[in-house]
């Protein structure tokens, strides 16, 4: 998450482990950024759109998407939440591998689970 120290990325890295430790295949934007050269301690944040150039396709290639605490607060964040929800994809609790609710335009959580 950018504006976070080291842009969230020891969150990103606990989630994947814990995700993983449960079975899941995870495929990390923090992961990626770092494979491809990306250091969140020296390296100026990234746009935005540059972010998303290779996550949304990461994501549409997921079964389910898992979000950070804190989520709701991220730009990044809402909108793979958004593409997740309205592609039919499941979200996930990164901390705890559990389903969420449901999100909408109106509400933030909304009382239907998926």
């Given at each position: ?9 020891p ?44 996550d949304l396709?990461?994501?549409l ?10 989520w709701q607060?991220?730009t ?31 509400n ?7």
């Amino acid at each position: 998450m950018r504006g976070k120290p080291e842009q969230n990325f020891p969150a990103f890295r606990a989630a994947a482990e814990r995700l993983r430790g449960l079975g899941h295949t995870v495929w990390s934007p923090a992961e990626y950024d770092l494979q491809h050269g990306y250091d969140p301690v020296s390296d100026p944040e990234p746009a935005l759109v540059e972010c998303m150039k290779h996550d949304l396709p990461a994501l549409l290639a997921c079964d389910a998407v898992a979000l950070l605490p804190g989520w709701q607060h991220s730009t990044g964040a809402q909108l793979e939440a958004h593409v997740a929800l309205v592609c039919g994809l499941p979200l996930i609790d990164a901390t705890t591998g559990e389903r969420i609710w449901a999100v909408t335009r109106t509400n933030p959580v909304h009382q239907q689970a998926f």
